[in-house]
């Protein structure tokens, strides 16, 4: 099942904000052989650059057939105390036709898609750095409902609150709330977004928060996360001037 994928060695990267108008050319790139083709677009809010990649795996994700995916992504996160925090914008898209990574695939979602948010103006206090951390004093919120793994929590050796919620569920909002033994070790927020292409369906919406306040990773304090990022694709804009659905 190999299909041609564009492949752009070392990726774009570069000192402004990419938009559908300033797409650098593929010009340079080389068609390789890939059961999935991808594009991935970072964009940093802090000094402004992007970063492009163009490239293939091996690999087929069977549950999703020929679909075409964009997850895209608003993070925050603080690493250092006083260090101002870092804010990233991106997207990854996969696909599985021919050639479905090229440069006109990624004007067109450039052309579709809107990140935005407040994170460093709203949220930044949230995501203090405790240290050291004690996790037995900081009244994490502690609940399952997920039909993902939610890993328990553990207060002997956590280092931040955890939550993450969805809700882009049919019946009610996946919510994950726990203190884990393993935790990533950075304070941050992020929402994400998935868009499926040709159903033209948004089929995940989730907030997440990882921090060391007490309390910290509420349901309220992802309310925010929700209410200061919007992230839509305009699935009219994307298909438009095509006469069907196939690039």
């Not at 299909?3 to 990726?11: I, K, M």
């Not at 996790?135 to 050796?157: E, G, I, Q, R, V």
């Amino acid at each position: 099942l190999s299909l041609q994928c564009y492949f752009c060695e070392g990726g774009f990267t570069l000192n402004y904000t990419v938009t559908s108008d300033t797409v650098p050319s593929f010009s340079k790139c080389q068609l390789v052989n890939g059961g999935i083709c991808w594009i991935t677009v970072i964009w940093n809010q802090n000094d402004g650059n992007s970063n492009i990649l163009v490239d293939s795996i091996n690999t087929r994700f069977a549950n999703y057939a020929s679909e075409r995916i964009i997850m895209t992504s608003a993070d925050m996160k603080v690493v250092h105390q006083h260090e101002s925090s870092q804010v990233n914008h991106s997207f990854g898209y996969v696909c599985m036709s021919d050639k479905c990574n090229d440069e006109m695939s990624l004007k067109r979602i450039l052309r579709s898609l809107v990140i935005e948010e407040k994170f460093s103006q709203e949220l930044t206090p949230l995501l203090e750095i405790v240290s050291p951390f004690d996790a037995h004093s900081a009244a994490c919120y502690d609940f399952n409902n997920s039909t993902l793994d939610c890993p328990s929590t553990d207060l002997d050796t956590c280092q931040r609150c955890q939550i993450s919620v969805d809700k882009e569920t049919s019946s009610s909002q996946q919510i994950c709330a726990t203190c884990p033994y393993y935790s990533e070790d950075v304070n941050s927020v992020s929402r994400q977004v998935m868009f499926l292409l040709d159903s033209r369906i948004q089929s995940q919406n989730i907030a997440k928060i990882n921090c060391q306040l007490k309390a910290c990773n509420s349901i309220d304090n992802v309310n925010r996360v929700y209410n200061t990022s919007k992230i839509t694709f305009d699935f009219g804009k994307f298909f438009k001037n095509l006469s069907n659905n196939t690039l």
